[in-house]
């Protein structure tokens, strides 16, 4: 039944199949009568006026937009019989659309207890932590009648989402399998940062050509994740991916390349965005062999703080783990391991990043980091020294790196810093390093501790850079360092421009 027509596209306004705009009443069946209606007469816009819609899962079909007005509010019901799969689904459809100005509303609720038996090994290091210093490990859990994703998209395409609100999603906000020329724009996605455990933003799986743009997201857990997994099918390249103007804030990663890479996440350009309120920035993981390549980060601010001990990160701005996942949890079974993945080809530039936890750029042995450079970086370890979540002494350090560039970086402190905090930068197991306009010193807690410590390090440039005051030493070398080469480089505020820990030759440095 056809509300109203334009020579554009009939509108069919769910109002007219028997939703009442009560939020008691269910308006399942009619909103799905108006998709159907819709669909057959070969597309149109089902429209959704002021007013309050209950409703379990709506199934989209091809050329049908779903459009809330001002006023306009879909909740997700609280009985579990009614979804089948998310509250908004399609499968194989194209041309869809979730558009408007009004809300749609997942009602989750969580419940707190005991984590019990049950243990996150990402997560094992604050357990411990908590356990050695009495905090009850507590945590957060969705009630059994909070379920499901808000949107849940599976081999879509030409899928546009913009201007709505989504709020308090039990799940991922919106999860997106093989679909491909997605753009999501404007949109708010909010999630408690306080309770919403697994309740993400934004993750695309295996998706190509993906906009997201002008987006806010405040979320309890990452605010966007990118996957190549097999939840739904095959692990497919998730690629061809712009991320712009958007402002980002998570208890977990505002930005991760998840770990859950089976295949391949590549081709991805995010700038102009502002990261605040966060447990962790930016997140590169890979624990299944998958690899992250062709990546440019620019124009982005980021501001970290820790959250419960329950939330992956740690304050940490910048974050690159490459690993085998019984390298992370203890009780994986090796032989289910897949071979080491790669990270390539990344460049971050002109970032602003500040938060109290190091940052850690972590290669495997087997495959280090290759091709990796920061460009006009400032990072400060701000003051936190009354949380228990003391870990890493440095404020950045890199390991297991192949042609890795720091350019224009600088490492600073706020104070009173953290006691067990020492040099600014350390980086063990490097070949073709390039630190070029780095400015750096110790923390102030440890002043007259080196700025950066080269560990392990074949063939480096230590160039342009500048010792910050009460440095013990501008360059300390250690274990197996040598081919190091200096030059116009500023220590004067250094007690010493170069120390050598015993066993590196004098020759592993020239140009002093």
Not at 19 to 41: C, P
Not at 179 to 206: F, H, K, N
Not at 437 to 442: E, I, L, Q, Y
Not at 474 to 486: A, D, P, R
Request: proline share 5%; net charge negative.
């Amino acid at each position: 039944m056809t509300a109203t027509a334009s020579t554009a596209q009939a509108v069919f306004n769910v109002r007219a199949f028997g939703a009442t705009g009560r939020k008691a009443d269910s308006a399942q069946t009619a909103s799905q009568a108006a998709i159907d209606a819709a669909a057959a007469a070969g597309g149109g816009t089902v429209y959704f006026p002021p007013g309050d819609y209950t409703t379990g899962t709506l199934r989209l079909k091809s050329h049908v937009r779903i459009f809330l007005e001002a006023g306009a509010t879909i909740w997700s019901s609280k009985n579990p019989a009614d979804f089948d799969k998310a509250l908004f689904f399609a499968d194989g459809q194209h041309h869809i659309g979730l558009d408007g100005f009004g809300t749609i509303d997942g009602q989750a609720e969580y419940a707190w207890r005991l984590k019990d038996e049950w243990t996150d090994y990402n997560i094992y290091a604050n357990q411990l932590i908590a356990e050695e210093v009495g905090i009850p490990l507590t945590r957060s859990f969705p009630t059994p009648d909070s379920v499901g994703h808000l949107v849940l998209f599976l081999h879509c395409a030409d899928v546009r989402i913009e201007r709505l609100r989504f709020l308090h999603s039990p799940s991922w906000s919106m999860h997106l399998y093989d679909c491909e020329r997605v753009v999501i724009d404007g949109v708010y996605i909010y999630t408690s940062q306080r309770d919403g455990v697994w309740a993400d933003g934004i993750d695309p799986d295996g998706c190509r050509d993906v906009h997201i743009n002008n987006c806010t997201i405040e979320t309890g857990d990452d605010a966007i994740v990118f996957y190549s997994y097999t939840i739904y099918g095959p692990a497919l390249p998730c690629e061809n991916i712009t991320i712009t103007n958007c402002r980002l804030s998570s208890s977990s990663s505002a930005i991760k390349f998840c770990d859950c890479n089976f295949n391949a996440i590549r081709n991805v350009v995010i700038k102009d965005c502002v990261i605040t309120n966060s447990n962790r920035g930016i997140a590169f993981m890979v624990f299944d062999g998958g690899v992250v390549e062709n990546v440019t980060i620019s124009n982005v601010t980021i501001q970290t703080r820790r959250f419960d001990w329950f939330w992956w990160g740690d304050a940490d701005p910048l974050h690159f783990n490459l690993i085998q996942r019984s390298e992370m949890h203890l009780n994986w079974d090796k032989d289910k391991d897949r071979p080491v993945g790669a990270i390539r080809n990344v460049t971050l530039a002109n970032l602003i990043a500040a938060g109290p936890g190091p940052s850690l750029i972590h290669g495997s042995r087997q495959s280090p980091l290759e091709n990796i450079t920061f460009d006009n970086v400032r990072l400060t370890v701000d003051a936190d020294p009354d949380s228990p979540w003391q870990k890493a002494p440095v404020a950045l350090t890199v390991e297991n790196a192949r042609n890795f560039t720091l350019r224009d970086f600088e490492i600073g402190w706020t104070t009173p810093s953290q006691p067990h905090l020492t040099s600014a930068l350390l980086i063990e197991n490097a070949q073709g390093l390039t630190l070029e306009g780095v400015s750096a010193g110790p923390a102030p807690a440890n002043l007259g501790a080196p700025a950066i410590v080269l560990r392990d390090v074949a063939g480096a440039v230590v160039a342009d850079c500048r010792a910050n005051p009460s440095s013990g030493a501008f360059l300390h070398l250690e274990g197996s360092t040598q081919n190091v080469l200096l030059r116009g480089n500023d220590t004067r505020k250094a007690a010493q421009a170069v120390t050598r820990a015993s066993g590196v030759a004098e020759t592993a440095v020239r140009g002093v």
